[in-house]
């Protein structure tokens, strides 16, 4: 498949993807792409809908681990510490992996 | 500004920032030169988890949106984002769409296998990660 193809823009605004193009990245009738301006060139790629998302409520244990990962000083080792206690964990449970 | 680096932040790093605002995490919103990006829908994340925490959410949210570039909702996503979760898929949807050039999370969970990975043009690193990087360059300049 070639890498590079001369289209040309319509009165509209459209432009032609090469039929290969469309079979070789599996854009069909109605796809979605996303289309963004990079420099001097405009991009396309191949995308999906986004379904409605769910909050989700970070687990004590993760919020925890990264309090440890992110304690580089003693002081703030200490405040990783009582912040674990805070939200009613033991610190010795969790050693940093930084 | 051109030239500076886009820096999108998980909802958990905000939470961390949120819940403990003197520790560590919270120096990450003072380093210079980076501009910070997160999307209203990971606000609303963070202001729930902050309220379940027991944290009122309110100053540290005017604060996130003084010193970040808030982005809307992408509405549609790359296909094939390496993620099982639809929440990470989209976080990280915001990220490429945003022009970032690096996601930064704790959810090693979900993102581990991400780590030092470029997806779409951007970096995946852990918050603990970038948090060392950036702040052994603070020093370096002060």
Redesign the interface.
């Known amino acids: 498949m070639r890498n590079n193809y001369s289209v040309r823009v319509d009165d509209a605004g459209a432009v032609l993807i090469p039929a290969e193009v469309r079979k070789a990245m599996g854009i069909g009738s109605e796809s979605l792409l996303i289309l963004s301006q990079v420099g001097d060139e405009i991009r396309l790629a191949p995308s999906e809908p986004v379904p409605a998302r769910r909050v989700r409520i970070v687990p004590r244990e993760e919020l925890a681990q990264a309090l440890i990962d992110g304690a580089i000083t003693p002081e703030g080792m200490e405040d990783a510490k009582a912040g674990i206690r805070e939200l009613g964990l033991d610190p010795a449970e969790f050693t940093p992996n930084f | 500004m051109p030239g500076q680096k886009r820096i999108f932040l998980d ?3 905000l ?2 920032i949120g ?2 605002p ?4 919270s120096r990450i919103l003072a380093f210079h030169g980076l501009v910070y990006v997160t999307s209203e ?1 990971i606000l ?2 963070v202001t ?2 902050l309220i ?2 027991g944290v009122e959410p309110s100053p540290l949210l005017q604060r996130f949106r003084l010193r970040m570039e808030i982005t809307d ?8 984002l390496p993620l099982h ?3 990470d898929r ?1 976080a990280l ?1 915001e990220a490429i ?1 945003a ?1 970032c050039d690096e996601f930064i999370t ?4 979900d993102f581990k296998v991400l780590y030092g990975r470029v997806v ?1 043009g951007v970096y995946i690193r ?4 970038f ?2 990087l950036y ?1 052994a360059s603070e020093y370096a300049s002060e």
Do not use: I, M, W
């Open positions: 909802s958990n790093v939470v961390a819940f403990r003197s520790g560590e995490y829908q609303r994340e729930e988890n379940d925490l909702q992408v509405t549609k996503r790359p296909a094939g979760d639809d929440g989209q949807s769409a022009s704790c959810n090693s969970r779409s852990h918050s603990a990660e948090l060392r702040a």
